[in-house]
């Protein structure tokens, strides 16, 4: 084994204990946000799902991986959901204050693995938990999985790329653009980037845990890890993740929390800092702002149409309401006249009856009168 005589980075392998203790008693110095939120990406088969697992056992003192394996990916090679993993803290109902969040890996192929705008997204704060990433198609602002409105809280503050000891010279120009693409876009955002080399047993089947920063070959693969992706070597770290072992060891436990306690320390940075500069940050949160007055203007548009057709529908109603109510005041103004004009008739009927009556009342006194005269005379001269 080809092994440096000193060491090429200074490590305090005795120091475990304090690093566990330092991890387990951190609280973001933010108030905006209850937990750090560091996201793992890179290609399929990284280690990024067993890093998980390592963790959570450093964290729990035991071995541990059923849940992230039931949660995520069971039967799976890769994450296909963006998941977030709370690594449990004494109780059930209790957690430490920093999250990961897993996604699906990314592949040579442009239409496999996850999409790059689909982690620009996920860094935003888009991402809703549970999302299932689709390698045809990039997340919409009309999917359920959209977070329209991210607060500090949701985006991602601290960036770790994963990548394998033994194929990293293996890794495909076209996953590199990827992988050089996203670390652009996490620069834009201010999101300071760590980096995790996995399998460095398999890359040096010889190399001594305790003594991995005395290891040329592993050395050389960290200094080609920086080269491809542009990653300084000092925010670079060497990791055994736990595989076939049963239990914990010492020296595997203090790379990871080596690895773990830079990653707390650079989110730290990020909240004191915010992104290089603070009106980028604000432009944001303005575009997010803008976008969903835009969407309710658009929505309320949308009803003023609506409304718009439905006071059409009911003029129309109206008019012919109105129609209508013409159109039996018509009648009824027919009907009043020949009311009127039979009430006329009956008047003459009426008054044709009186006179007919007077007329019969003189003809009786007549009568009467002429009656008297012709028998009154003769009686008289009788």
């Known amino acids: 084994m080809s092994c440096l005589s000193d060491p090429w980075r200074k490590m305090q392998w005795g120091d475990k204990e304090r690093d566990l203790q330092y991890v387990k008693d951190y609280q973001p110095h933010n108030e905006e946000v209850k937990h750090l939120r560091i996201l793992l990406h890179g290609p399929v088969g990284a280690g990024k799902s067993s890093f998980l697992n ?92 959209y977070n329209s409105c991210p607060t500090l809280d949701d985006k991602v503050h601290v960036l770790v790329c994963v990548i394998p000891a033994d194929t990293v010279s293996l890794l495909s120009d076209e996953v590199v653009g990827k992988m050089m693409d996203i670390r652009v876009a996490a620069s834009n955002m201010g999101i300071p980037q760590v980096g995790i080399l996995t399998r460095i047993d398999k890359a ?46 010492d020296d595997i436990d203090s790379l990871i929390l080596c690895a773990l306690r830079q990653m707390i320390d650079f989110g730290e940075d990020f909240f004191y800092n915010g992104t290089p500069d603070r009106a980028c940050h604000l432009l944001s949160e303005m575009q997010s702002v803008r976008e969903t007055f835009q969407k309710r203007c658009d929505d309320l548009d949308k009803a ?26 018509d009648e009824a103004g027919l009907q009043g006249k020949a009311a009127g004009e039979q009430t006329k008739e009956v008047h003459a009927l009426k008054k044709k009856v009186i006179d007919l009556n007077a007329m019969l009342h003189y003809y009786v006194l007549f009568v009467l009168v002429s009656a008297y005269i012709l028998f009154a005379g003769p009686l008289g001269q009788a």
Do not use: W
């Not at 996850?114 to 390698?135: K, N, Q, T």
């Not at 305790?210 to 070959?217: A, E, P």
């Not at 542009?230 to 770290?237: E, K, R, T, Y």
């Open 204 to 249: 040096c089947p010889e190399v001594d845990k305790s003594n991995v920063y005395k290891n040329k070959l592993l050395k050389k693969k960290m200094e080609e890890f920086s080269s491809k992706l542009g990653i300084p070597v000092n925010h670079i770290f060497p990791v055994k993740n736990y595989s076939s072992e049963i239990c914990l060891e």
């Open 54 to 145: 390592s963790v959570n056992s450093v964290m729990q003192g035991r071995m541990t991986g059923a849940a992230l394996v039931d949660s995520a990916f069971a039967g799976d090679s890769f994450t296909k959901k963006y998941t977030t993993y709370k690594i449990q803290k004494g109780n059930p109902r209790t957690f430490y204050s920093f999250i990961f969040n897993d996604i699906m890996g990314l592949e040579k192929e442009a239409n496999k693995g996850v999409r790059v705008e689909d982690i620009r997204l996920a860094m935003r704060g888009h991402v809703r938990d549970g999302y299932e990433f689709s390698p045809l198609f990039t997340l919409s602002k009309e999917d359920q999985g």
């Open 304 to 329: 003023i149409e609506l409304l718009k057709e439905d006071s059409k529908a009911a003029q129309h109603r109206i008019e012919n309401a109105e129609k209508c109510i013409s159109s039996l005041e």
